[in-house]
């Protein structure tokens, strides 16, 4: 059977070895997987180790200042790199769920590229592949999957071009938060909830705009916190919100409001192939609805998303 310990004194043995004094560049994306891999790869090589976090201005509210603050204090060498505006000008005016994908993934890859860029002599890229990446099942839309889908247009970017080093591609999730406790990483944040590599701009219906983003995460904001107020974050295998491309009619007082509808999601499931419905208290659905509609300018009306997946998928675009 796995024994995380084992698997971290052999894995930091191995890394030594592999890497010796060599310079090694990993992209954090706030998820379980690249955290992991980046605090095995600090211990076994410490600064050597540069770790870009960045910010494409489609997570979650708050997100980027936290998690960055949070990945400092584990002692991590990172970078953040605040590059919202150039993904929403490359977003400006995408409204097909593919085509926003693919912008994403090229203001990546170029935002990626310029920092490896900048740390001299650097030799390897690490990256938090886990086993059913390997294998190419759900996590084929993950951000190592969006690079992959990339290598063959325009030639590679110089840091594809660095010998790889993915210490947890024999893993699966359940390993590789077991591995993350015995390495101290925060409960917290090795129970987050997985989030897409595109963010919020799959979760914006349509056209994307700053004002759409800061409503989504307003929202998103209330509900996620609302869980996790009500013990409820940790039965949910992945909740959030939706902004809907359509407004309708409400009434504030005297006066009658035309304003954004948003959808909430929760689900439970394993692996994200399949999904259902999470069957949320009606006490609370109702707190989190008056929360959001009293404190959210530009939205009226909230409903619940009650699809399972199949046919539904989890994300709505
Ligand atoms: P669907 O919507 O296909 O989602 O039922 C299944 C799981 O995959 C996540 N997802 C993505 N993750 N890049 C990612 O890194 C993507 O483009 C992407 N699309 C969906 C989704 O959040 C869910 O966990």
């Given amino acids: 059977s796995f024994t995380p310990n084992a698997f971290v004194e052999d894995c930091v043995k191995e890394l030594q070895e592999k890497v010796g004094n060599d310079k090694v560049v990993l992209g954090l994306s706030g998820g379980v997987d690249s955290t992991v891999a980046a605090v095995l790869l600090n211990k076994a090589i410490g600064k050597n180790l540069y770790c870009i976090f960045v910010n494409n201005g489609l997570l979650r509210k708050n997100e980027f200042e936290n998690v960055l603050n949070q990945y400092k204090g584990m002692g991590l060498n990172v970078k953040g790199v605040d590059a919202s505006e150039r993904f929403l000008s490359a977003l400006d005016g995408v409204e097909e769920p593919e085509a926003k994908r693919k912008a994403i993934g090229r203001v990546f890859i170029e935002v990626f590229d310029d920092e490896a860029h900048q740390i001299e002599d650097v030799k390897w890229l690490a990256q938090g592949t886990i086993y059913p990446d390997v294998i190419e099942s759900v996590s084929v839309k993950g951000p190592s999957a969006t690079i992959k889908s990339h290598h063959n247009v325009g030639g590679l970017p110089d840091y594809m071009k660095l010998q790889i080093v993915e210490p947890l591609r024999m893993l699966f999730k359940d390993e590789v938060r077991r591995v993350g406790k015995t390495l101290g990483i925060d ?7 997985p989030f897409p590599g595109p963010g919020l701009s799959i979760r914006i219906l349509g056209a994307i705009t700053p004002e759409k983003v800061r409503i989504l995460q307003d929202v998103d904001a209330v509900f996620i916190n609302g869980l996790k107020e009500h013990g409820l974050y940790d039965k949910v295998w992945q909740a959030g919100a939706i902004l809907l491309p359509v407004n309708s009619v409400g009434v504030m007082g005297d006066e009658r409001t035309y304003e954004k509808v948003v959808a909430l999601r929760a689900v439970e499931s394993t692996d994200g192939m399949t999904a259902d419905w999470v069957h949320l208290p009606y006490d ?13 300018k530009g939205v009226n009306r909230v409903v619940y998303d009650i699809s399972s997946k199949p046919p539904a998928t989890i994300e709505w675009e």
């Fill in 187 to 193: 409960a917290e944040l090795l129970g987050r909830h």
């Fill in 284 to 296: 609370f659905l109702m707190k989190i609805s008056n929360e959001i509609i009293n404190k959210v």
